[in-house]
């Protein structure tokens, strides 16, 4: 019995500093920047903003024909 607690107190600690270190990278690498931008993007119609453009419509933009 007091194995058994001793191997789940190792257990618990081990799962929070894996937490812990997986929190610190996310705040290193930007991934939390940006929370209220994901939030507003879901409520955009497709039709507000594109998320890509085709290829001819940016050579019109460019003052360009297509195919040149």
Known sequence: MNEAL???VV???GMG???LLAFLWSMRSGQ???LDGAAVRVLL???DKPLRQHP???EKE???EPGD
């Open 6 to 8: 001793v191997w789940l």
């Open 56 to 58: 001819d419509d940016m």
């Open 62 to 64: 460019r003052g360009r």
């Open 11 to 13: 257990l618990a600690l």
């Open 32 to 34: 939390l920047e940006d």
């Open 45 to 47: 119609d497709d039709e």
């Open 17 to 19: 500093v894996i937490g």
